[in-house]
C-alpha cells in the first residue's frame, strides 16, 4: 500500500498569524519604552546643566573676587520675585559670555523662577538660603532644576 498523499510546501495561516502576533509585542514593547527612556535622557541633560550652571557660577566668582553674577537674586523666594525676577531668562541673569542653558524638551532657554517648587525648563536660583531651605546662608547659593520623572535637584555653593 503506497500512499500518494501530497504535501504542500509553505506555511500554515496558523504559523503566519502567530509570528505577526509575536512581532507586534516586540513593537509594542518597544513603544512602551520609548517615551521613558526619552524622559530619563532629557533629565540627565538638565542633570549635566545643572553642573554647567554651577561650574560657570563659581568660575564667574573665582574670576570677580567672590561676587555673584546676579545682584537681583538675593534672600527667599519671595525678595525674587519682589525683584521682579519672577518670570525671566536664564540668559538675563547670567552675563553673555556664559554658556547658553537650553532646556532638552522644549529647546528653549530656562526659564528662572521665584519658587521653591519647579517643574522641566525652570530654574531656581537663590542666594542666603541653603538648599530646599528658608535658613538663612549669607554664604550659600541655592540651585534647583525640575526633573521630568518626578522631584528636582538641588545643589548649594
Known sequence: M??????????????????????ALIFLIIFLALPALQRSQRDQ?????MGRL????????????????????AGTPAAFAAAGAATTTLATLI?????????????SAYNTVASTTTTPGQIAIYKGTACGTAVAAATKTWFQIGLEQGGQICQSL
Do not use: H
Not at 541633560?45 to 546643566?49: K, P
Open 2 to 23: 503506497s500512499s500518494n498523499v501530497k504535501k504542500e510546501k509553505g506555511f500554515t495561516i496558523i504559523e503566519v498569524v502567530l509570528v505577526l502576533a509575536i512581532a
Open 95 to 107: 552675563p553673555s559670555y556664559m554658556d547658553t542653558f537650553i532646556d532638552p524638551s522644549s529647546n
Open 54 to 73: 554651577v561650574a560657570a557660577w563659581q568660575s564667574y566668582q573665582s574670576n570677580n573676587s567672590g561676587a555673584a553674577p546676579v545682584t537681583t537674586v
Open 45 to 49: 541633560q538638565r542633570r549635566t546643566d
